[in-house]
């Protein structure tokens, strides 16, 4: 089943490349949101050798200074030669496209990983595809992956995380130091992913929990993270408070200077005040709750459906949404039948991730039952992924007007597993494959209407 499994693989990444390929090359240049912001970030980078400070929106050089630098710099080596020439830019503009391509290629792994990992034996093939054609299809990966921007990144390195917690609380370590390095390791990646993008601060909690859970094999015998025999005890409550320590220990040092930059520079160490007096003059709930006059229940449906359309890529990127939402309110919205066709492949796909969560919860509660509780936290990760990656979201929304599902791209891969939970369960067995070609065919006319017709419209 491995060589299906790797077979499957590159099956899957052949048609992540082939359609972020499409999407990057018909979404017009710089039409991505902040793009050219982005883009000035590593043109700072380039020409300075030194990170910009942000100043707020419309000063300094560029409004996206506050952004951890990962991807800037791991793009800096591959496009500096582009950058000395402004005759050249669009050239390494599509270049930075195809960077965010690859990052978008490791979420993909990172899905069928996941569902290989925890789904039983007799349906990890069937979750495994279905999870990365999802991951690889939906047009809001496609969209990021067409983009300069962290997001491809900030998803690639929050999805690497908690994969690699999934296999720490699965996979019981041979030792105390085997422990001690898996956990050093989960705060490196955590690192990482907050070096992506600060909203990733979310993995550490979860790592430091995940790495006190893990179970540590001795003597060939598994030692839980609260065992039942006292001579297990002592190794056990060795590893509970040392592998955290260590866990944080490699966070700090792989983030940690980014921390104590922001704190210096900003007052704290995610920049978060800096950002809100910086952005102050964006658009803000109260005005269209105070101005526009919008009644509290009418401004929560207009957020939700242009996060859906924007998720689901219709009319193309977040501002010709919210544009195209204002056309169909208004009945002249030309494209009207597509519309609905989109609507309802999103409807089902929702429906898929909705059935994928209750039954990962329910199998989390019924392992946690038996106090088995590396493999509960393990199961139910994607759905913690998901939920605190909405709570950040619905947190920004207080403060800024920001429907746009870009934001649930750390969660992308998470989602991706728990839609093929929810299609391998809810499929009978012996029609698995057909569970998978439906999804993949969903996916596919999705995403073809959606670059076919929004694409590579400007903006009008």
Request: contains cysteine; positive net charge.
């Amino acid at each position: 089943m491995r060589q299906r499994f790797l077979w499957g693989v590159i099956g899957v990444l052949a048609v992540h490349f082939v359609a972020a390929g499409i999407y990057a090359a018909r979404f017009p240049p710089w039409r991505a949101p902040d793009e050219g912001a982005h883009f000035a970030y590593i043109l700072h980078l380039a020409r300075t050798q030194s990170l910009p400070v942000f100043e707020g929106m419309g000063r300094g050089a560029t409004y996206e200074a506050h952004q951890p630098p990962l991807y800037y710099l791991t793009s800096l080596p591959i496009v500096a030669p582009l950058l000395r020439s402004e005759g050249h830019h669009q050239i390494a503009l599509y270049v930075l496209r195809g960077i965010s391509t690859l990052w978008g290629a490791l979420v993909v792994l990172c899905a069928m990983g996941a569902a290989w990992l925890l789904c039983p034996h007799t349906l990890r093939l069937s979750a495994a595809l279905t999870a990365g054609l999802f991951a690889a299809l939906l047009p809001m990966h496609l969209l990021v992956c067409a983009s300069v921007s962290n997001d491809a990144a900030a998803g690639a390195t929050a999805a690497a995380a908690w994969l690699w917690l999934c296999f720490v609380l699965l996979r019981p370590a041979s030792d105390h130091r085997a422990a001690l390095r898996r956990a050093f390791v989960a705060g490196a990646l955590s690192g990482g992913a907050l070096l992506a993008k600060s909203s990733n601060l979310i993995v550490v909690p979860l790592a430091l929990i995940a790495v006190a859970l893990a179970p540590v094999q001795r003597g060939g015998l598994t030692t839980p993270s609260k065992p039942t025999e006292p001579r297990q005890r002592p190794l056990a409550a060795t590893v509970q408070w040392q592998s955290p320590v260590a866990c944080l220990a490699a966070f700090l040092m792989t983030a940690g200077w980014w921390l104590w930059r922001n704190t210096v520079l900003y007052g704290d160490p995610l920049a978060v005040r800096a950002f809100l007096e910086g952005f102050a003059t964006s658009p803000k709930p109260n005005y269209f709750l105070e101005q526009l006059g919008l009644s509290l229940p009418t401004y929560l449906l207009m957020v939700a459906q242009v996060t859906l359309f924007t998720w689901l890529g219709v009319f193309g990127e977040p501002n010709e949404a919210v544009k195209g939402l204002g056309r169909l309110m208004q009945g002249t919205e030309p494209t009207l039948p597509f519309v609905i066709l989109c609507a309802l492949i999103g409807a089902l796909l929702l429906v898929g991730i909705g059935l994928g969560s209750v039954a990962t919860v329910r199998q989390s509660w019924c392992t946690g039952t038996q106090r088995a509780w590396a493999p509960a936290l393990a199961v139910v990760l994607p759905v913690l992924m998901t939920l605190l990656v909405f709570a950040e979201f619905i947190q920004f929304n207080r403060h800024f007007f920001q429907a746009q599902a870009r934001y649930f791209y750390p969660a992308h891969a998470a989602m991706a597993v728990l839609f093929a939970v929810g299609v391998v369960q809810t499929v009978p067995t012996h029609r698995l494959k057909w569970g998978v070609v439906g999804s993949a065919s969903l996916l596919a006319v999705l995403s073809a209407t959606v670059g076919w017709l929004w694409v590579p419209l400007p903006a009008r």
